[in-house]
């Protein structure tokens, strides 16, 4: 398979076309960026670490009957995934307060929720994608009212198997943020990146955060922390 010309490079990714129909490269980067690009920086071997991650992820929610765009991972950096069009709709499930939910609501960080919510955010950097609604989804023609059913149910199902899978590692799942695409039949397909730069990770007993709000708020060991979600993923796979 060959690398072809580059379609889109995004904050974290770049996407090359292939000479095979259906199919993108990906290649993962070091650039970590936050508050819609206002701070940014690099993170050691993150291209690697995320690459690594993400592709466990997939394949593991794969194997549990939840489909996605992961097709193979090809370099240390790179992976091949399925060809979609990305729904401008960021997905966020939440099963503990933090960020901007624990901002806007004031709840304190670290309350458990009493039960999982799902957020949609408009994915547009000129607008510092905003949350949005249902109502908000379907005026703007971001996806259809099936559509709309069909990520909420998926990203609840991804919520239920990373939930798990991460407690038995002594890591709580505290939210995440899914992309989806169509697919070339149409149809609603998990999409983009899977790992600690798209989720909050907490260590169950000390709540060390193992993730990119190391990155946001300064806290350093940021590669260490990655590595350390890595290490966990792979003792158990
Ligand atoms: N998130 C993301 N990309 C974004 C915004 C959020 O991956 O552009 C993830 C973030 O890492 C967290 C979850 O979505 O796991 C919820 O983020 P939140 O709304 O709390 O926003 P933040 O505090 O990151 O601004």
Redesign the pocket.
């Known amino acids: 398979m060959n690398k072809g010309q580059m379609l889109y490079e995004g904050k974290a990714k770049r996407i090359y076309q292939t000479n095979e129909e259906g199919i993108y490269w990906v290649e993962y980067k070091d650039d970590a960026t936050a508050f819609n690009g206002a701070k940014k920086g690099q993170i050691a071997n993150k291209g690697f670490l995320n690459n690594k991650i993400s592709a466990l992820f997939f394949q593991l929610l794969k194997k549990h009957g939840i489909e996605n765009h992961f097709v193979q991972s090809i370099s240390e950096n790179e992976q091949l995934i399925r060809k979609v069009e990305i729904v401008k709709v960021?997905v966020?499930v939440r099963n503990v307060a933090?960020?901007?939910?624990a901002k806007r609501l004031g709840l304190e960080e670290g309350t458990e929720l009493p039960h999982t919510i799902v957020e949609f955010y408009y994915k547009d950097d000129a607008l510092n994608?905003p949350f949005i609604n249902d109502d908000h989804i379907s005026i703007l023609k971001l996806a259809t009212p099936e559509q709309i059913v069909e990520m909420k149910s998926q990203a609840l199902k991804v919520n239920q198997v990373l939930r798990q899978f991460m407690k038995e590692l002594g890591i709580l799942l505290v939210?995440?943020?899914l992309e989806f695409g169509i697919d070339v039949e149409g149809k609603i397909l998990l999409a983009d990146e899977i790992s600690p730069?798209?989720?909050?990770f907490w260590d169950a007993v000390t709540k060390e955060k193992l993730?990119?709000d190391r990155f946001r708020q300064d806290l350093g060991g940021v590669e260490e922390a990655y590595q350390e979600i890595l290490k966990r993923l792979e003792a158990q796979m």
């Not at 730069?197 to 909050?200: G, I, V, Y």
Request: glycine share 6%.
């Open positions: 960021e966020v933090a960020g901007s939910l994608d939210d995440f943020k730069d798209t989720c909050r993730d990119k």
